[in-house]
């Protein structure tokens, strides 16, 4: 009988010895990129030899993207680094360039784009001993879904004085009699029912999973009705459609603000109040819904509120893959010279943890982070508004919290 089973695993030990080795692409990334790497990936291996003892381990792979794949093989994201991730399901990335204005378009949304990951999730909290320009950022503890594959970041713009531009304005006067000058750069502004109600659906789905009490859309539908106003009315009937029972409209409250029931409230504010709203009274929000520009606004506001990017985490999800990256971007004047907060990224690697459902390993991360920057020790950006601080090098960091994990 032993011998049958051995030959014939049941599905729970198929299911265990999958779980127990994982290979995990990796893009070490532009600029600073490499550095921040090194540091966080000897605190990923640390959690996980803690957690498991041996139980589990990552096979880490390394692809390319960037810079350094154009200097190797002439391509800012070979198809084989696409790929990966596919078969894979799950990966990690350093910042990755993008020029401003001409060049390539942004291998970060071709990422996304190209997998399909619909979702940029940015869980913000803030960790004692952090300096922070509010006074009171412990009040934060917001996550934000913001759609990823739509909006202007669809890419859809041309040039002013291209032909395409100009063909493009003739069409609009001619068609709906608009006028716009000659000489205008033209972009469009996609959004759709099906990419809205996705993120929606995974950001009440995430509510509820988490015991959150609201989800907020946060849109421009005031100014651009049918776009940002469609993302507030699609996530509303999607609210109501499929998750009826669990979720109330703020509309419905009661006059003290309840329900009389234990749902999660979906509310909606207009994207510019709600900088100020997040700034006065951040403890009314637990999960923020947003179109992708407006999301990346709102995310980069709210991690200023409780240190910067440094302290940011970021994944990018879909239905078939999810790529967690380091929030900030390649600082490439710092690069080579060993200074930069690598927090983003080693945060991002716990969330990573989650996603897989190793999830002492990821709170193995967080504590160890949380207790060597509790302690004072801390890299140069968080340095300058603590004076008593021990600064320590991007390397130094990633070997302290490494440390203490084991």
Known sequence: MAQLQTENPSQDQTED????????????GDGVGPEIWAAAVEVFDAAVSAAYSGRRRVDWMEVQAGEKAYRECGQYLPPETMQAFMDHQVGIKGPLATPVGGGIRSVNVALRVGLDLYACIRPIRYLPGVASPVKEPEKVNIVVFRENTEDV???LEWASGS???RQIIDFLHDTFGTNLRQDAAVGIKPMSPFGSKRLVRKAIQWAIDQSRR??????????????????RQWGYELAAE????????????GPDGSSGQDQIVIKDRIADAMFQNVLLWPQDYDVLALPNLNGDYMSDALAAQVGGLGMAPGANIGDQAAVFEATHGTAPGLAGKDQVNPG???????????????TEAAQAIRSSLEATIAAGTVTRDLAQDLPEA?????????????????
């Open 153 to 155: 970041y669809a890419g």
């Open 344 to 358: 983003s990224l080693i945060l991002s690697g716990a969330l990573m943890y989650d996603h897989l459902g190793w």
């Open 17 to 28: 010895a999958r779980r127990a080795r994982k290979t995990i692409p990796y893009i070490p």
């Open 242 to 253: 499929e998750f009826g029972r669990q979720t109330v409209p703020e509309s419905a409250l």
């Open 214 to 231: 609201s989800v907020t859309l946060v849109h421009k539908g005031n100014i651009m009705k049918f776009t940002e106003g469609g993302f």
């Open 390 to 406: 021990t600064v320590l090098s991007c390397s130094e960091f990633g070997h302290a919290v490494a440390s203490r994990i084991r």
């Open 163 to 165: 032909p395409e531009a």
